[in-house]
């Protein structure tokens, strides 16, 4: 073997450990898919390259909400690169929240963190999101200077408006995938369809400490978006009265004593 084949050889076994030993990991990281079948793999990389900068062990969970493109296929083969890739599969659609949540639920890490399949999220901020949970619960990404088009940063805004008036509380961009979080911040909270986009409300409410930090963002390069004005903007704003509702009416721990 040649000097350049060894260190190849090194750098593969380093980013992409072939055991198949399963082990509960410090980390649980979240990717929600459909249809980014060009972004498995590269995102795969990135992620390995960024939790190399942090000394915490990981596994990278993508669930496939049954995708129609050869996402499942990519998926599969990260896993052969990586044994730290575990890929699950919806047997239909349903939705983002829905993959979110199977990613919770099948998963044993006492810390979790989420991003988005696009790529538009970058890999290389979950250390410092990670960092932060040595202070708080929930952390947050903030999308300072967003690489979307009008209509999403529009939405964005007045999607924010209605939150603080509806639910009297401030978050700059509960939008944004890429968070990191305490296993236990997500205590008292039930599956439903929009909880991708209120989670940081969520656990708020629910009395969680919660942060929003600075990140990047990118330009999709890959696939398509699957959000327009009603899906994205129209749908959240109808979930918030809902929320309000339900922020009003749920019932939080009550201290209490008990006679030994």
């Given at each position: ?51 190399l900068r942090q000394p915490r062990s ?101 999607a924010r408006r209605a939150r603080k ?64 004005i009603w899906n994205r903007l129209g ?26």
């Amino acid at each position: 073997m040649t000097g350049s084949s060894a260190i190849v050889l090194l750098f593969e076994l380093h980013f992409y450990p072939t055991t198949l030993a399963r082990v509960v990991t410090d980390v649980s990281i979240i990717v929600p898919v459909y249809n980014e079948a060009a972004n498995i793999l590269a995102l795969t990389r990135e992620v390995a390259e960024a939790m190399l900068r942090q000394p915490r062990s990981y596994e990278l969970v993508f669930v496939d909400d049954a995708s129609t493109d050869e996402t499942w296929s990519k998926i599969q083969e990260a896993r052969r690169l990586d044994a730290r890739v575990r890929a699950l599969r919806h047997a239909r659609n349903s939705g983002q929240s829905a993959a979110l949540w199977t990613g919770f639920q099948n998963s044993a890490s006492p810390l979790l963190a989420t991003l988005d399949g696009d790529l538009q999220n970058d890999p290389a901020d979950l250390p410092r999101l990670l960092a932060e949970l040595e202070r708080v619960d929930f952390v947050s990404g903030m999308r300072l200077s967003r690489q979307d088009n009008f209509v999403r940063r529009a939405s964005s805004r007045i999607a924010r408006r209605a939150r603080k008036m509806i639910l009297k509380v401030d978050f700059r961009d509960t939008g944004c995938a890429i968070r990191a979080f305490k296993r236990s911040a997500l205590e008292g909270l039930f599956a439903f369809n929009g909880l991708h986009r209120f989670l940081p409300l969520l656990v708020h409410g629910n009395g969680a400490s919660t942060l929003e930090i600075p990140v990047n963002h990118r330009p999709r390069v890959a696939g398509v978006s699957k959000y327009g004005i009603w899906n994205r903007l129209g749908r959240g704003i109808y979930d918030l009265f809902a929320l309000a509702w339900y922020q009003k009416r749920r019932l939080r721990p009550v201290p209490f004593t008990e006679v030994k």
